[in-house]
């Protein structure tokens, strides 16, 4: 194993010992392991928390800063944060007017934000829950009871994000969120496993001719292994099944992201396909990001998540923002 760390152990808060650095708008509490925005909390805003296993960078911590994020809770890799973290997070950034937890539908994360919104609660903090759970590829795994939280994620936090921006109550920014939930879908596909720091070792085991298909954040299985195949042939098994379990039409927002490991100039490949896809299915791609956004580490693939756009939410989508992994109109 190569990997740039000092240890497994420490490999963490090594990190967020950088990105503190990198990034002077942010502040880093390296005692409750938590990430916030420097200015936080804005009085009358509603804050956004969200947060998860880190080794999907720059997915939770990347996302904190204006227009999306006011506090991130990572917790070792791929292990849920904590209760106590939440807690503390949700005390960081609370103007008055309540929290907004975005949650990955994966059983830690449920089960430790839930407990952290009833401690919150208990301390006067209003606390508002959406579950994001787009992945189509299975309907249950290893680590959820319902489909697994993904690449919809990051569209949730950036629009949700933008809404909190303008002032509105808690309780319209946890529709709206849950409206892009709703609108989204997403299918990952691996050409590799990842390696973790502390394991040392591919995290599952695939042939050399042996792709993943459907395959989560952690990698966990998907709907079955297959034949290594070309871009257009990838890029159609994950639009058919996009397209089954939501007929895509109208103006639509594409992710195409990266694993980790995926050279753009593949990514890209990809995304000429997915854009050719959606033509011939009807559909407008209004907004587009390509790139690594919700990684596995190291893991060579992607994934694809069509969100199905109306004028609002393209509205707040174009929103500003600023912060270390997404910015534009500031």
């Known amino acids: 194993m190569k990997k740039l760390v000092n240890s497994a152990e420490s490999v ?12 002077p708008s942010l502040r880093v509490d390296p005692v409750n392991r938590i990430v916030l925005r420097a200015a936080a909390p804005r009085p ?9 296993g880190s080794g999907h960078e720059p997915l ?5 800063g204006y227009g999306m994020l006011d506090a991130a809770c990572p917790g070792e890799i791929f292990t849920s944060p904590v209760p106590d973290q939440m807690l503390a997070a949700s005390a960081g950034v609370n103007g008055g007017a309540g929290v907004l937890y975005v949650v990955k539908n994966y059983t830690g994360d449920v089960l430790n934000f839930q407990m952290a919104a009833e401690l919150a609660e208990e301390e006067g903090i209003e606390v508002a829950t959406v579950l994001v759970n787009d992945d189509v590829a299975v309907s249950d795994s290893l680590y959820t009871a319902g489909r697994r939280g993904t690449g919809a994620t990051v569209l949730v936090e950036k629009i949700a994000g933008a809404l909190a921006e303008t002032g509105a ?5 946890a ?5 892009v939930n709703a609108r989204s879908r997403s299918f990952g596909i691996a050409l590799t496993a990842c390696v973790t720091p502390a394991a040392g070792r591919p995290t599952f085991d695939l042939g050399p001719d042996e792709i993943e298909l459907g395959v989560g954040i952690h990698g966990e299985p998907g ?7 070309t871009a257009r042939e990838l890029v159609r098994v994950a639009m058919d099944a996009l397209h089954d379990d939501l007929p895509l039409g109208g103006d639509v927002l594409v992710l195409v992201n990266g694993m980790g490991g995926t050279p753009l100039i593949e990514l890209y490949v990809v995304y000429a396909e997915v854009a050719a896809y959606l033509r011939e299915k009807g559909a407008t791609v209004a907004r587009r990001l390509v790139g690594n956004y919700i990684t596995s580490l190291d893991m060579q693939g992607f994934s694809v998540t069509v969100c199905r756009l109306n004028d609002r939410l393209t509205e707040l989508w174009d929103a500003p923002v600023e912060t270390p992994a997404l910015r534009w109109g500031r």
């Open 223 to 229: 709907r079955a292994r297959a034949a290594v195949g």
């Open 60 to 64: 939770h911590t990347g996302f904190v």
């Open 175 to 179: 529709l709206v969120a849950e409206e």
């Open 169 to 173: 109550p808690l309780a319209e920014v």
């Open 12 to 23: 963490v808060a090594d990190a967020l010992a950088g990105l503190a650095a990198a990034h």
């Open 44 to 52: 009358g805003k509603v804050g956004l928390v969200s947060g998860g």
